[in-house]
């Protein structure tokens, strides 16, 4: 009987037992459950987050796109600018060699008419020729290179004396005209240093520069434009001073703003600075001015092409 009686208590403990075992598991399941949806709930705001996202990148790299297109359309049209009004003083830069040639050919045909050309004046005559003709043709290949299209021009060695000198090819009798002096010490090997550069973008910084110190000096009783180089470690320092004081602190804050100009409607976009700081920054490079310099002397400073 006391057997039976234990059996059935022990039976009864077992069924307890086994409740409460259910019940424990169903509340685990539960939680399991409530756990999974909760992981399904963070999957789905995580998924959201990421189309988000996507959405967001899209729309920057869209912006950035559009922005380099107006970055483009600008730099065309500042460039188209710049051409209109370089097209004006090429004008005078070709006519005066030109005018040489043309009174030069004139008078050789009149002593040859006569019978008065020796040979020694005829090899005068010849050889001024010869250089009005040169000088011609350095103009046109300044124009060419200075125009050529800036898209995708490739990167490419090149000595920085060419550079300016095709440059200067452009305005030299401009200056001349206006009995600008224009002070450069070809003697120094500085001038020389080879740089990795978009030959055509370093030649349009390089003009507005000298272009806008023209502006800024033409009405000074001292006119003078110097360009000087100097190389520190594996950087090449390139000086355009001239005989203007140096800018106030209000101007020196506002000339990198591109549409920053004092130059009249139709002259100036007052974009050349800004473009040309765009384009050096592109060549690992910088524009700014000198502090230290009692006249306005902008300096650019660009990597030395290292082998
Ligand atoms: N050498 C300088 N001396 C005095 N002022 C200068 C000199 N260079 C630049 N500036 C001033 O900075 C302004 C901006 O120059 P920037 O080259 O950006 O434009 P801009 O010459 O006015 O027009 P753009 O170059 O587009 O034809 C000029 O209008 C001028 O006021
Ligand atoms: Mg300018």
């Known amino acids: 009987m006391s057997g039976l009686y234990t059996l059935m208590v022990v039976t009864l403990l077992s069924v307890i037992a086994l409740c409460v075992t259910g019940l424990a598991l169903f509340k685990k399941t539960k939680e399991v459950e409530k756990l999974k949806n909760k992981v399904v709930l963070s999957e789905a705001r995580e998924k959201l987050i990421e189309n988000e996202f996507q959405a967001l990148m899209e729309l920057i790299n869209q912006k950035t ?24 003083g090429i004008a005078h830069e070709i006519n005066n060699p030109l005018t040489i040639i043309m009174a030069t050919i004139r008078r050789v045909k009149l002593l040859m ?27 046109i290949e300044g124009l060419r290179v200075i125009s050529r299209e800036a898209s995708g021009e490739d990167f490419k060695p090149a000595i920085l004396n060419n550079i300016i000198e095709d440059v200067l090819a452009l305005c030299e009798e401009k200056f001349r005209m206006h009995s600008v002096d224009l002070q450069m ?19 349009q910084v390089f003009w ?33 001073i001239d ?22 409607v139709g002259k100036g976009t007052g974009l050349g600075l800004s473009l040309s700081l765009a384009i050096l920054k592109n060549h690992q490079g910088d524009l700014f001015i000198d502090q230290e310099s009692s006249n306005t002397c902008f300096v650019v400073k660009l990597p030395v092409k290292t082998v």
């Open 113 to 139: 008419q006569r019978d008065e050309l020796d040979q020694e004046s005829f090899l005068k005559f010849c050889e001024n020729l010869e250089t009005k003709s040169a000088r011609i043709s350095r103009i």
């Open 65 to 88: 796109r559009e922005l380099e297109d107006q970055r483009n359309m600008t730099f065309h049209a500042s460039k188209m600018s710049a051409l209109g009004q370089m097209a004006g």
């Open 208 to 240: 507005n520069l000298l272009e806008n110190s023209f502006d800024a000096i033409i009405n000074l009783p001292d006119k003078w434009i110097r360009i000087e180089a100097k190389r520190i470690n594996e950087h090449i320092e390139i000086r355009f």
């Open 185 to 203: 010490d070809y003697e120094n090997t500085d001038f020389h240093t080879s740089i990795n550069c978009q030959r055509s973008q370093l030649s």
């Open 243 to 264: 005989s203007g004081k140096k800018l106030s602190e209000e101007l020196q804050e506002k000339v990198f703003q591109p549409f920053f100009t004092t130059k009249e």
